[in-house]
């Protein structure tokens, strides 16, 4: 059954990884890439109304589907968030990529991208612009990045992307503060260049 | 060192938010010390930070998903093209098997229990019609209560998307429709396609569950020739006692259901239905399978209508002159128009159609080869047809068990259990606490004389799930699962083994959790307690660990080995513990095992009393039994032997199999109350007296102001009582209902509330202090546990299932529909007395489960760590809120703790002796007493000889 063999490979490559095997991760990723790609792609097309699924169940849901059962190890599960928040970032982002560019190759005029994804509660969050303007972020403090990752793109908790980067909660807490500052003029300055 | 610009941004930008924001120019002003770009590129991130308060906190995903714009699912129209290959929930979609009215089905594979199922899914089209979302979960809840070879299994039902979907048995074969297409059937076709469906609907009338729509669509034949009832979608289920309060929600629908040309008069007229309602439907589908027509075959649906309530169809023969007349007149009073006139029950109509002479085609057979077949040949056709005959339809069935002679090994007070009996059937052991600890026991039948062989020595011997004991061939040594644990606290599972007639206990079978072996005894089939329970299978003289014959998937367990007496087959019990369970076997040179029973319920202890009679327990779906069953292992069809308030929990037979032994236990529950300390200081702790009940047992006791409710069972179900100025009530009663997780008081002490498990589906009540009133307020949702009150009186929160994880949810008792509270495992909740938050239990891991709390908004709140054992759990909180009390002890046996939420100081508030097991418990509104339901399991051995032969 295919999903046994995965379920191996899954764990022994994270225990691996985390041993020091660079290589590990190589072989992992697409493993979870296809699992969580596929996972969010439902989730994307789903009903959209009444949604309830978090971002952390569904990865949890990704790591059960990919990991044995009765393998539920923290310290695996760890690093499987981290793993996630990463692949998330580009599985999201590649999405509104592709969404953008299909709205404007279709000439469909009536939205652009940061019309649709900007629900009124975010000030400002075109995920293209973000993951630019977090490419450069990481260039300066590649932490920050990370805690973006984790927090956003994989819906962690302080307290789990604490966990995950093996930082206090403060830590996180502060870095996340800065982040959103930095990140938050980053957009809108290139908002106003471009206008 | 001059830190770097970046780290130096860093660490003003946090100081700089440390000071008032009317301080924060003068702060920058001196800190930055002429650093105009670090000033400048501070004084930016700060503007930003005021704005970024709510920037990137909803998630990515979440955002996008909510995102307009974005395709949905509604708009991609194909999703019968994309779901094949797709997986949903643990099922991985492979093809489309169908569609229609009710749903599509697809064919799809079970990830989690590797087998094929089939899944049934709402039509795309009407993805929102919440009366087909409704009725199909009612499809499946209907349909899951029943269990039986002629009504198509349903595994699960499941959710994707929102979207709700049935697990189903994978059916091979077509549908009578199909079927019927070809032309009419030959008579005994009909004939045994008829004794089937009549006992779908014999065991559905059972249980007051009418189809409402047979038809040839929904009926189901495999290549084997077994017939399988579908969709039971329109099936109405209607416990006695809520059938006024449920009429009102089923009254729009009840004109619409069921499928024109199929329906009853009185079905039409919307006059109600009743089992008869399915009798004439299924004689329309006798009429159709004779004569390859409809008895009412008009198109147009009002003279369609006309005929059906007032024209006579033609006679069968008229249409087919090969029908027998009394096929035809069986056929016919199935299709009277006054339901008096029809029979009256599935069984009447069995009795008919099973009374047939089953080789209808000899008369015909008769004329053509009388003169040229000598008669030999024709007894030798006569008995294959009888053969076939008798293959399909079990009309010879007997009760194996239906001339045995009961009687009592055992009449010890305490508790007996894991019966084994000695090949020759001259010995039989079992553990029983006689002495204290649980220890084995042998008796020599007839000798009235019992030893206790362990006496203490092997703490630790009983598992109600697998043959904990058993025999050696030769009968010499009583073999028994045994737990050893060393002093570092790691445990090894063993079959130990000791003289039949006392001596020294020694390991038998090192590493090995059960063992059985072949009659001949020349093979050895075992398991390890290693994940999946690996069995091999071994000569007599060596062992070889090297290659299981079969391990279970992940999670599942497999137990209960046994050789079929002529080693064809290894049975064994297979599935999740402790109740989802059932008989497979496997050849014992490997390969794919085979399901031979399907109850997924607790089956244990199979035994067989030749290569065919399977015996076993099972429990039914609503958690009563386990019951005696047995089924012939080629025909597959559970008959179950026992009934009444006995649960069987072992049994072993002989190696002749004329000679059974079972254990029979009846719990005994008995209601105590204690006075206790309204505070957390150390108090003496008083014993605690029994109150005196007018009924025999009495469990789930709560207390209201100056009454005490309890729950008692009534012989046919359950009822609650109150006792109050030494004089007891009934409050309510429900006939076969079991009422779970206990009675609920409000809070001002006017109204009661409690959830019922009836007819496989689960109801909370509500009804007034006094009796009166009583209601069904929440009916959709598959309740778990206990329900609590809200302090404000408002709603009641409960566990239900939701995709197979309880969560909490609250019912509001206004009307509106229940909401999802707790969106983790959460179970048996308690809420605080001012309704600040609400604490409840978690999964079981091992043995153990943790409490936690959120508040009444759902955010998490912080409790002192509290993990508990498995067994009975409830929780209360003393009036004043602040302090919780608890069960914690051995999974047998627990006391009542308190602990002090605020501070964790905790203190043990009863010291109840070593034979007094707390089953639940309640506080008194004004803190200073608690009731306590004691639980008493007992049991016996008992002798079943059955008559030679």
């Known amino acids: 059954m295919a999903s046994t063999t995965s379920q191996h490979d899954l764990t022994g490559l994270l225990r691996a990884w985390r041993a020091g095997d660079e290589k590990a991760l190589a072989k992992l990723t697409p493993l979870v890439y296809a699992e969580l790609h596929r996972a969010a792609g439902n989730y994307m097309v789903g009903e959209r109304s009444e949604h309830t699924l978090q971002t952390t169940a569904l990865i949890n849901e990704v790591y059960l589907r990919l990991g044995a059962f009765q393998h539920i190890d923290w310290q695996n599960r760890a690093q499987f968030f981290g793993i996630c928040a990463q692949l998330m970032r580009r599985i999201l982002v590649d999405f509104a990529r592709s969404h953008r560019s299909q709205k404007r190759g279709g000439g469909a005029a009536a939205l652009q991208l940061d019309e649709a994804l900007i629900v009124s509660r975010e000030p400002e969050a075109d995920l293209v612009a973000l993951d630019e303007a977090l490419n450069e972020l990481a260039g300066k403090d590649s932490r920050k990045c990370r805690v973006v990752e984790l927090r956003f793109f994989a819906g962690l908790s302080t307290k789990e992307t604490a966990h995950v980067l093996q930082v206090s909660v403060e830590t996180v807490m502060r870095d996340w503060r800065l982040a959103k500052a930095w990140l938050l003029r980053q957009l809108e300055q290139q908002k106003s260049h471009e206008a | ?949």
């Open chain 2, 1 to 949: 060192m001059k830190p770097d610009p970046w780290s130096r941004v860093e660490q003003v930008f946090h100081l700089a938010l440390e000071v008032e924001e009317s301080q924060r120019a003068a702060f920058l002003e001196q800190t930055c010390a002429g650093d105009g770009e670090l000033r400048s590129e501070v004084e930016a991130l700060l503007a930003a930070d005021k704005k970024a308060e709510a920037f990137l906190e909803s998630p990515a995903l979440e955002v996008i998903g909510q995102a307009p714009g974005m395709p949905s699912r509604d708009g991609s129209g194909a999703e019968e093209d994309r779901l094949p290959g797709s997986t949903v929930s643990h099922y991985r979609i492979l093809e489309k098997l169908g569609g229609g009215g009710m749903g599509i089905v697809y064919r799809a594979q079970d990830l989690r229990l590797n087998r094929f199922v089939a899944l049934k899914f709402l039509p795309q089209e009407a993805p929102h019609d919440a009366s087909l979302v409704e009725q199909l979960r009612r499809e499946a809840r209907a349909a899951s209560a029943l269990n039986h070879p002629h009504i198509c299994t349903v595994h699960d039902i499941d959710e994707q998307d929102g979207r709700p979907f049935i697990v189903m048995e994978l059916l091979e074969g077509q549908t009578l429709k199909h079927r019927i297409a070809d032309g009419p059937l030959e008579s005994k076709e009909i004939i045994n396609v008829g004794i089937q469906i009549g006992e779908a609907l014999e065991a559905a009338h059972a249980r007051d569950i009418i189809h409402r729509d047979i038809k040839p669509a929904n009926i189901f034949v495999t290549p084997r020739g077994q017939v399988k009832l579908l969709d039971f979608g329109l099936a109405k289920s209607l416990p006695a006692d809520t059938a006024l309060t449920l009429t009102e929600n089923f009254a729009e629908t009840r004109a619409f259901v069921g499928t024109l040309p199929y329906m009853a008069p009185e079905q039409l007229q919307g006059r109600g239905v009743s089992a008869r309602t399915d009798i004439f439907a299924m004689g329309t589908v006798l009429y159709e399978l004779a004569t390859g027509r409809r008895p009412f075959p008009e198109e147009f649906a009002p003279e369609l209508a006309q005929s059906i309530l007032h024209k006579q169809p033609p006679r069968p023969r008229e249409l087919n002159p090969a029908i027998p007349p009394r096929l035809e007149s069986i056929i016919l009073k199935c299709l009277e128009k006054d339901p008096q006139n029809r029979y009256q029950r599935a069984q009447e109509l069995l009795q008919d159609l099973r009374s047939f002479p089953p080789p209808s085609a000899i008369p015909a057979f008769l004329t053509r080869w009388t003169f040229l077949v000598p008669l030999t040949a024709v007894v030798a056709a006569m008995a294959i047809v009888a053969g076939l005959w008798l293959q399909k339809t079990e009309y010879f069935w007997r009760n194996p068990i239906g001339d045995a002679r009961f009687q009592t090994v055992t009449d010890f007070d305490g508790a007996e259990q894991a019966a084994a009996i000695s090949r020759d059937g001259h010995f039989v052991a079992f553990l029983s606490d006689r002495d204290g600890p649980t220890d084995v026991w042998v008796t020599q039948l007839g000798s009235g004389q019992f030893h206790n062989l362990t006496r203490g020595s092997a703490p630790g011997l009983a598992n109600p799930s697998l043959r904990a004991l058993g025999f050696s061939p030769d009968s010499s040594l009583v073999t028994f699962w045994f737990r050893k644990q060393d002093a570092a606290g790691s445990s090894d599972i063993s079959v130990w083994a000791v003289p039949t007639l006392g001596g020294q206990p020694k390991p038998y079978l090192e590493g090995v959790a059960e063992y059985d072996w072949s009659r001949d005894g020349s093979r050895l089939a075992y398991h390890t307690p290693g994940p999946g329970d690996p069995l091999f299978v071994s000569d007599s003289t060596q062992r070889s660990d090297i290659r299981p014959v079969f391990t279970a998937p992940a999670g599942l367990h497999a137990h209960f080995q046994l050789w079929a007496p002529d080693s064809s087959f290894i049975y064994f019990v297979q599935g999740a513990l402790p109740d989802k369970l059932d008989i497979w076997r496997i050849s014992p040179a490997g390969g794919t095992p085979e399901r031979i029973t399907s109850h997924t319920s607790r089956v244990i202890y199979p035994v067989l009393l030749d290569r065919r009679t399977l015996l076993y327990l099972a429990s039914d779906p609503d958690g009563s039994g386990p019951w005696l069953y047995s089924m012939n292992v080629e025909r597959r069809i559970p008959h179950r032997l026992t009934q009444g308030l006995d649960r069987y929990t072992s049994l072993a037979a002989s190696a002749d199999g004329r000679r059974l032994v079972a254990t029979l236990a009846t719990p005994k529950k008995t209601l105590w109350r204690l006075p206790i300390a309204d505070s957390l200081a150390p108090t003496d702790v008083s014993a605690p007296t029994r109150i005196s009940l007018t009924t025999s047992t009495g469990s789930s006791p709560r207390l209201g102001p100056k009454y005490l409710l309890y729950v008692s069972a009534t012989g046919t179900g359950e009822s609650i009582r109150k006792l109050s100025n030494e004089t007891t009530t009934e409050l309510w009663s429900g006939h076969g209902a079991q009422i779970f997780g206990g009675p609920v008081i409000s809070p001002d002490g006017s109204a009661i509330a409690f959830s019922v498990r009836q007819q496989g589906r689960t109801f909370l009540y509500l009804m007034q202090a006094d009796g009166t009133g009583a209601r069904v307020v929440a009916n959709s949702l598959d309740l778990q546990g206990a329900p609590a009150w809200a302090p404000d009186g408002q709603s009641i929160t409960s566990a239900a299932n939701d995709h197979g994880v309880p969560h909490l949810f609250r019912v509001p008792l206004d009307g509106r529909s229940p909401a999802l509270f707790v969106q983790e495992y959460s179970v048996d909740p308690a809420w605080a007395p001012d309704g600040r938050f609400i604490v409840y239990s978690g999964p079981d891991i091992g043995t153990t489960f943790s409490l936690k709390a959120v508040t009444a908004e759902g955010a998490a709140r912080p409790l002192p760590a509290l993990t508990l054992t498995r067994g009975a759990r409830r929780l209360a909180f003393l009036p004043g809120g602040r302090a919780l009390v608890f069960l914690r002890g051995g999974i047998q046996h627990k006391n009542l703790w308190v602990i002090d939420l605020e501070t964790g100081t905790e203190r043990q508030i009863t010291k109840l002796s070593p034979d007094f097991d707390v089953g639940d418990f309640d506080i008194s509104p004004d803190g200073r007493e608690v009731v306590l339901e004691r639980v008493q399991e007992r049991s016996d051995v008992v002798l079943l000889d059955l008559p030679q032969l």
